[in-house]
């Protein structure tokens, strides 16, 4: 028998809670995002709101209610998604967490892997962070981890290239 710290990794390792957050300024980021959709909601909300001359009374429980689900996007949101947001790779697979009101976990065998992506939209730039998109080959899609700090991902995409480059099997 092997000693503990010389055991290969098994599935059951994989199953365990991911052990990477993503960088701490993901919760600005998403506040940020959030912050702009709201705007934009409640801006359109407001002008149809004090456009309608005859407005019924479940027409203003409409907007208060939009008002406080854009407060808690807003204020919530980003501090929730960035406790329950994780992410870790070891050499058998990649396994994701994330949501805020739904949760998702995902894990996907290494050997699934088709590409691995980057992106880093303008609001992310102004934060210095970036996401992965892990496309498997799998009817579920792909493995998002958003809010890495940039270097970070640049770091970990080239990690999971040699990994998966290095990984046996066809990925189909």
């Known amino acids: 028998m092997q000693p503990e710290h010389d055991a290969p990794r098994t599935v059951h390792d994989s199953l365990r809670e991911p052990a990477n957050r993503v960088c701490p300024r993901a919760v600005a980021y998403w506040r940020t ?86 992106e880093q939209g303008a609001i992310m730039r102004l934060f210095n962070l970036a996401s992965i998109t892990v496309t498997t080959a799998s009817s579920a899609g792909s493995v998002d981890i958003v809010g890495l700090d940039a270097d970070e991902a640049r770091e970990l995409v080239a990690t999971l290239t040699t990994i998966t480059a290095a990984t046996e099997g066809d990925a189909t």
């Open 33 to 118: 995002s959030a912050a702009i959709g709201a705007v934009i909601v409640l801006a359109i909300t407001f002008a149809v709101y004090f456009l309608v001359p005859a407005r019924p009374w479940w027409a203003t429980a409409i907007v208060v209610v939009i008002v406080l689900a854009s407060i808690v996007e807003v204020a919530a949101m980003p501090t929730i998604r960035y406790r329950v947001h994780r992410w870790e790779v070891n050499d058998i697979a990649i396994h994701t967490r994330d949501g805020w009101i739904n949760l998702e976990s995902r894990i996907a065998p290494l050997n699934r892997v088709q590409t691995v992506d980057s």
